[in-house]
């Protein structure tokens, strides 16, 4: 059989939906406190994401160094300083900066 073509608006499609139900996935086991899988889930997801080459949403975040999702209040640390939004990861210590200028213009 040979691969059916599909439009890249379908692939994305579906990319979006799978993405979004493993990334779904991945934070309901971080709260059952299994890291193992939510890491899992996370890696399929980001693989996806360089299949369809959507990524993954910016508002799903996950540190980039264990692939753990990072849920603020559960795993990991969200603070500010000197105009940045720091996010500790609580897993790995891993520390991730990001100036919050737009929210400063608004
Ligand atoms: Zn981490």
């Known amino acids: 059989m040979s691969k059916r073509r599909l439009s890249q ?4 499609d579906i990319g979006r939906r799978r993405i979004d139900r493993l990334m779904d996935l991945s934070e309901e086991a971080v709260r059952q406190d299994r890291g193992d899988r939510a890491r899992r889930y996370v890696e399929l ?12 949403p910016a508002e799903r975040r996950y540190c980039k160094k264990c692939l753990i999702p990072m849920m603020p209040g559960v795993n990991c640390r969200v ?12 897993e790995c210590g891993e520390t991730r900066r990001k100036p919050y200028v737009r929210e400063q213009k608004r």
Not at 9 to 12: F, G, M, Q, W
Not at 45 to 52: D, E, L, P, Q
Not at 79 to 90: A, E, G, I, P, Y
Request: with cysteine; proline share 0%.
């Open 9 to 12: 608006k379908t692939v994305e």
């Open 45 to 56: 997801a980001r693989r996806i994401g360089m299949k369809t080459r959507i990524g993954i």
């Open 79 to 90: 603070r500010l300083s000197n105009h940045m939004v720091v996010v500790t990861c609580c």
